[in-house]
């Protein structure tokens, strides 16, 4: 069971700007309990997302000697990439591709062309160092903007990132706008076609529906769920009303009822709740 914890995706679309000292205190308190891998950071355009603006000095801050959590980093073109190369405490880099066009000019000032050709110049990078590509199917359940969506149209870009090598696809619901059982009929599908492929999730929602749409995609079987704590968040690029991230402890309560010993700490999970949110989100806004 892979579990990607995303403060950075929490983070992005606060508007004031949080220390980055009080970022490197949540962040190493995450790093105790357990994660798979945590999406802490991004190298793109700080006039885009000026909150993570201070990445460089964020990483340089993290103790990394006494967690084996995995850092993922996001970036948006190979420059981006080319920068987080640069440091070797990064293990993943996270690509978002959509299947809307709209959105991917919103959110990489880029055509859905130009950006499949900058996923695989950017995964040969990755593989030339050693570093591992994940992708991002955006807007995966359909979009606001009147794009084209079919489930043909998904399995259509999961098999040109399958053909390029990219074995990490996670499906994104970028405005919560997913059913569970589109959810699970969606994944299940494509668990079937590509079932050496690590296909995983990456949902936002409404709290009433998060533990129904992870319920879905766990009985569908998903084994990678990205989350985020007390599941503040959202895409700034998407909509103006941001749609929240999946609470962490909503995914941990799924799987705890499902039978899955996550051997996460709990009580570190608990001081970095804690944390987040008397020390961040509680905070900025």
């Known amino acids: 069971m892979h579990l990607v914890e995303c403060p950075r995706d929490a983070m992005q679309g ?3 700007f949080i220390p980055t000292h009080t970022k490197i205190k949540y962040l190493n308190a995450l790093l105790k309990v357990g994660f798979h891998t945590l999406d802490f950071g991004s190298f793109v355009s700080p006039k885009a997302i000026p909150q ?7 990483l ?3 103790d990394l000697e006494s967690t084996k ?3 993922l980093a996001i970036i948006a073109n190979q420059s981006g990439a080319n920068e987080a190369l640069a440091h070797l405490q990064i293990s993943y880099l996270g690509y978002p591709l959509s299947i809307s066009e ?8 880029r055509s859905i062309a130009h950006a499949i050709e900058d996923v695989s110049r950017i995964q040969e990078m990755c593989q030339k160092a050693d570093r591992e590509l994940v992708t991002y199917i955006s807007m995966g359940f359909g979009n606001p903007y009147g ?4 489930v043909e149209i998904v399995d259509q870009f999961t098999d040109i ?5 990219i074995n990490i696809i996670s499906l994104s619901d970028t405005i919560g706008a997913a059913q569970p059982h589109q959810i699970g009929s969606l994944f299940a599908a494509l668990k079937k076609k590509y079932p050496d492929v690590q296909l995983g999730v990456h949902l936002h929602s409404t709290p ?3 533990g129904e749409k992870i319920k879905a995609a766990l009985e569908a079987g998903c084994q990678r769920f990205d989350g985020a704590i007390l599941g503040f968040g959202g895409c700034p690029m998407a909509e103006d009303e941001l749609v929240g991230n999946i609470d962490t402890r909503t995914i941990i309560a799924q799987l705890e009822a499902n039978g899955v010993d996550h051997k996460f700490d709990m009580d570190a999970f608990k001081e970095a709740e804690n944390i987040a949110s008397k020390e961040v989100f509680g905070v900025y806004q």
């Open 60 to 62: 340089a801050g993290l």
């Open 14 to 16: 606060i508007k004031e």
């Open 102 to 109: 709209t959105f991917q000019q919103r959110n990489t000032n």
């Open 161 to 165: 990132l399958v053909t390029l090598g």
């Open 147 to 150: 794009d084209p969506y079919s």
């Open 69 to 71: 959590t995995k850092l």
């Open 52 to 58: 993570l603006a201070d990445t460089k000095e964020v």
């Open 208 to 210: 009433e529906m998060a």
